[in-house]
Each structure stands twice: as C-alpha cells, then as structure tokens.
C-alpha cells in the first residue's frame, strides 16, 4: 500500500518495482530500477527517506526515522536482505546489509561495504569503506576483497532482473484483466 501521510506523498519512479503487500508511507523517494519486497514497511511520516537507483529492499525490512534528527538515505546498487530493519541512518552507494541486521541512527556504512547477517551496527558507527563488518556490535573485521565486490555487484543485478520479471508479470495481468472488462456487456 502507497498511501500519503501529512500532505506528503511517496514518489516512486516509473521503472521501480514495489509489491502490493509493502507498506510506503509519507515522505519517501524511490529511485530508478529500486524494488521493494513481500511485507516491507518503509516509513516516513517522520522525516525523509531516499532510496537510491537499483537498490533492493527485501521481503520484511522496516526503514524508519528519528524525527527531526536522523532521516533515512541508501544511495545506489545496495542490497538489503530479508528481515533488516534500518532506522535513520546512511548507506554509501554498492553495500550488501545481511539477512536480519539491524542499523541504528545516525550510523553510516562506507561505499562498497558488507554488513553480515545478524550483525548490530550501534548508533554514531562509522564504518569505512569496503569495510565487512561482524557481530554485535558490529566491528570491522577485515577489508572488503574483488571477490566480494562482485558478490555485491552479482547480488544487486539478480535482484534487479528479478525486478523485471516481477514486472512482466504484473502488467501481463493488468493486460488480461483489462481485455477481460472490455468483453464484459454493460452493468457487468
């Protein structure tokens, strides 16, 4: 569901992909290619939220903010994996955020980062680029290799053909349902 909220109304582009189940709320913008999964709640009623182009959003995160203090910004090519929730905080262009993570305010993740599943990243955390990052709290643990820039960069294009697929699909449906109305007699 897409719904406004104090006079602000999300802006989700064109060749973005959001599911039905997920919930887009208020002062929200939505890059080009961006998916937003099954049940997902993105929040900004608070304060804004800025999701950047072929980032994906998967099945169950919540994205929220601090009003007023730490709004919500995930630049380009990131990968957000099923059950993270995200709060008011900044992620650099081409990061990977593990399966159940959780990163608190005002804490920003460097450009080519891997956040491992389950890891806590605390409030004001700073982690530098191409940095991975374990445990909780999350501390960096070693620097990021080619071989895992490639696991970002391979993690992102298959969500992002996912993404296209998922499109085909729905406006597959929309076609039939409407050549179905149109069959119709009147009244029907």
Sequence with gaps: MIRSFDGLHPQIAATAFADETAQIIGNVVIGEHASIWMYSVIRGDLFPIRIGDYTNI???????????????????????????????????????IGMGSILLNDCRIGEGSIIAAGTIVMEHAVIPPRSMVMGIPGTVRRAMTDTDLERIDNGAEAYYQLKERYLTERRIARQAALRQAVGRPSGQ
């Design 58 to 96: 998967q099945d169950n995160c919540v994205l929220h903010v601090e009003e007023d203090l730490y709004s919500l910004t995930l630049e380009d090519h990131i990968t957000v994996g099923h059950g993270v929730l995200l709060h008011g905080c900044y992620i650099e262009r081409r990061c990977l």
